[in-house]
């Protein structure tokens, strides 16, 4: 195991002796107990992230709201909420799932592009923070929904600044050619025009620049366009939420910025244009991403003259990031071998090339049929993501605290 191999796992998971663990639990006990493939998640980890995020963002107290998307099993949402934090939702199920998990309605915030009418009136019905608006016809429809319902409702004004982020394109979305919020030009237009939606009481501001992001630069650059606008048209906002995005380590030698420096730096900005305004904040990767792994068994080696193909029991259905963005997760043996590495491509069971979960990776030699592999950061926009195609059941979820565990999503099966 590489040294250090802790900046993606910290000390939550690590080797003991001869084999993995999560917390206090050895990855080959889950896997007997529960098979394969099982997503894994240290509770503990997951706690510490929020507990960075907190402490790195103290100067300006954002409201956390934590993007469910990335992963909403309603477990994890019930850590983060006895974490105190809020919740960043998309659709109507996540506002039912936040719901079921007792988070408060105030500190729910309802973001994306195509709210229909009947998700539009169950935030209203349960009382929401805010809805986050991303164009004019999704503006005139939540101002004659509030009429009906003789309510004036909170929301913020998506906008896109057009700034540019070192990120995989697909999760670029502050770009002007994006489907992502309004033109400057247009949030001018509708501030100056703010009574012809009676039923909208316009709270503030939002802006999103994308996911993965690697340095605290494109949100100064976002702050200091925004502070401009702002100032030319004296529009003072309420609130501001300025997103998530913030990167974790997918690599071990990948140049990501501290979180704390994200935070002293964002902190800065705001404390000295932006100190009346409250701040919202939407992790999600970067809370549960390294907090998950994905665990796998061997079905067969396969070496031939061109490459040596370890072929596992998760598949892109299991894990679709690497097929989707080419992206890249770290990979090992749950067993500390003493065999010499050799170059593998890690692939799944499903009948298309792009299934695989890694190229060229370094793995011991021996590893046969039944032996136990190790898909790291996987707790972002895994399981989220999973699917049953190829007629597989999505695999089973389990939550890790010290010494106790517990299923939190049964295995699908065939029937």
Not at 79 to 92: A, F, K, P, Y
Not at 241 to 252: A, E, L, V
Not at 376 to 382: I, P
Request: charged share 25%; glycine share 6%; with cysteine.
């Amino acid at each position: 195991m590489e040294t250090n191999i802790e900046v993606i796992f910290k000390n939550f998971f690590y080797y003991k002796k001869e084999h993995f663990f999560v917390e206090d639990v050895s990855v080959k006990t889950i896997a007997e107990k529960f098979g394969t493939p099982v997503y894994i998640y240290s509770k503990n980890y997951i706690i510490d992230r929020v507990g960075e995020i907190k402490n790195a963002f103290k100067p300006i107290n954002p409201l956390i709201c934590y993007s469910v998307k990335a992963n909403s099993n309603p477990e994890i949402i019930k850590i983060l909420n006895n974490e105190n934090c809020g919740m960043d939702v998309v659709s109507g199920g996540e506002i039912l799932k936040c719901l079921k998990a007792k988070i408060k309605p105030e500190k729910i915030v309802y973001a994306g592009v195509g709210k229909k009418e009947e998700e539009i009136i169950s935030g209203i019905k349960s009382n929401i923070l805010m809805f986050n608006i991303e164009s004019i016809a999704e503006l005139q429809t939540i101002n004659l929904i509030g009429k009906k319902y003789n309510k004036k409702i909170s929301c913020a004004l998506r906008i896109n600044l057009d700034i540019e982020t070192d990120t995989h394109h697909y999760t670029k979305t502050s770009k002007k050619e994006t489907k992502f919020g309004f033109p400057i030009e247009q949030i001018t237009y509708i501030l100056n025009n703010k009574n012809h939606y009676k039923n909208i009481n316009f709270k503030g501001l939002h802006f999103h620049l994308g996911s993965q992001l690697k340095t605290h630069t494109p949100y100064i650059e976002a702050l200091k366009k925004l502070k401009i606008f702002l100032d030319k048209i004296k529009f003072i906002p309420e609130t501001l939420d300025i997103g998530g995005g913030f990167g974790i380590h997918y690599k071990i030698e990948e140049n990501i910025e501290d979180i704390n420096i994200f935070g002293r730096k964002i902190s800065e900005f705001i404390l000295v244009n932006f100190k009346k305004t409250q701040i919202i904040i939407e992790p999600g990767r970067f809370i549960v991403g390294n907090t998950g792994i994905l665990v796998s068994k061997v079905i067969y080696p396969k070496k031939t003259p061109h490459k040596n193909f370890l072929i596992i029991d998760a598949g892109m259905n299991d894990l679709i990031r690497p097929a989707l963005y080419n992206s890249y997760h770290h990979i090992i043996s749950e067993k500390k071998e003493n065999s010499e590495n050799i170059l593998w491509d890690v692939v799944g069971p499903i009948c298309e090339t792009g299934d695989f979960l890694g190229k060229d990776r370094l793995l011991p030699e021996n590893l046969k049929s039944k032996d136990i592999i190790i898909i790291a950061s996987t707790g972002a926009y895994g399981f989220s993501m999973s699917s049953n195609y190829n007629g597989r059941p999505r695999c089973e979820e389990v939550l890790v605290d010290k010494k106790s565990i517990k299923s939190i999503r049964k295995r699908e099966n065939l029937t």
